[in-house]
C-alpha cells in the first residue's frame, strides 16, 4: 500500500511508515480486552483492520447513498457482531496505521451502530455497542467520479475543489462505492508523496502490492501529467493542493468512489 507505487519504492515506504509491523493479513487477536458492555475477554478473533479479511458479517448494501457523517471512534478494543446481541465474530481496535480508527456509522439501534469496516471483502460491516464509543460528526465528503476522472471536496453544502486526478488502470480499477478515510500518514523518507491517506477500501484485483495489503489510498504524484488518465494500481493519484483539502478531513470522513 499504496498500491500504484514502484514496487521496490513502496516497500521501502511500508517500513519506513511501520506498516509492515502492524497486524498481517490472517493473523487474529491471541486475546483482546474489549470495551465496556462485551464480555471481558474474547480469544482468536481476527481484528477489523486493513490487513485483514472477515466473513460472517454484513455487507453494506446502498453503496452509493449518502452517509450521515456520524462518525464513532473506539476508546479500546471492541467487539464487532454479525447482529445486535449476537456472538461476536471479530473485534475493531482504536488505532491502526498510526491513527486513531474511526470508522462511519450506516444505520443505528437503541445501543447499537453499524459501521463500515475498513476489512476485506469491501463494503463490510458489524455491529458494535455504541456504549463506550466517541461520537463526532463530519460535514466533510470528498466525491471520485471516475468515468470524468474528478474529485470534489465538500464541506456541507460548500464546495472546496473540484480536480482532475489520476484512477485505476483497465487491468487493476479503482473500487467503486462508498468507504471512508481511514487513516493519514506521513513517510519518514522522501518518496512520491508528503502524504499517503489510505481509505476503508480494497483493489478488487491484487490480493497485495509490494507487501502491503492491497488498500486504496489518496496520493500525490511528482508528474503531473498522469492526471486525467486511468494509469495507477488502483489507487487515486491528486495534485498537491487537492491533497492539502483531503489532509484537513477528518478520520471517518465518507468518501463515495462513482463509477
Known amino acids: 500500500m499504496p498500491l500504484d507505487a514502484p514496487r521496490r519504492l513502496i516497500g521501502a515506504t511500508l517500513v519506513a511508515m511501520g506498516l509492515v509491523a502492524s497486524t498481517p493479513a490472517g493473523v487474529a487477536a491471541s486475546s483482546v480486552t474489549l470495551a465496556v458492555g462485551a464480555s471481558a475477554t474474547v480469544t482468536a478473533l481476527p481484528q477489523a483492520t486493513t490487513f485483514t479479511e472477515l466473513s460472517g458479517l454484513p455487507q453494506d448494501t446502498d453503496t452509493y447513498g449518502k452517509l450521515s457523517g456520524i462518525v464513532v471512534h473506539p476508546v479500546r478494543t ?15 481496535p482504536a488505532k491502526q496505521l498510526g491513527s486513531q480508527t474511526w470508522v462511519p456509522v450506516v444505520e443505528s439501534r437503541k445501543g447499537w451502530h453499524r459501521v463500515l469496516l475498513p ?12 456504549k463506550g ?5 463530519s460535514s466533510y465528503r470528498a466525491i471520485v ?12 453544502s460548500k464546495k472546496l475543489g473540484t480536480w482532475t486526478v489520476a484512477i485505476g488502470g483497465p487491468d487493476t480499477p479503482t473500487p ?5 478515510l481511514l ?17 476503508g477500501t480494497h483493489s478488487t484485483t491484487l490480493d497485495t502490492f509490494g507487501g ?3 488498500t486504496v489510498a489518496f496520493h500525490g504524484w511528482p508528474d503531473r501529467k498522469v492526471f486525467g488518465k486511468a494509469v495507477t494500481h488502483g489507487c487515486i493519484r491528486v495534485p498537491a ?3 492539502k483539502v483531503l489532509a484537513r478531513m477528518p478520520l471517518g470522513t465518507p468518501v463515495l468512489i462513482a463509477p
Open 78 to 92: 471492541v467487539a464487532v457482531y454479525a447482529l445486535p446481541g449476537g456472538k461476536p465474530v471479530a473485534t475493531l
Open 119 to 130: 476489512s476485506k471483502p469491501n463494503h463490510v460491516t458489524g455491529w458494535i455497542r455504541a
Open 133 to 137: 464509543l466517541k461520537q463526532a460528526s
Open 145 to 156: 467520479k471516475l468515468s470524468t476522472k474528478r474529485l470534489t471536496v465538500m464541506n456541507g
Open 176 to 180: 467503486v462505492g462508498r468507504t471512508f
Open 183 to 199: 487513516a493519514l500518514m506521513s513517510p519518514k523518507k522522501k518518496t512520491y508523496s508528503p502524504l499517503i491517506l489510505p481509505l
Open 212 to 214: 502491503g495489503p492491497g
Open 241 to 243: 493542493k487537492a491533497l
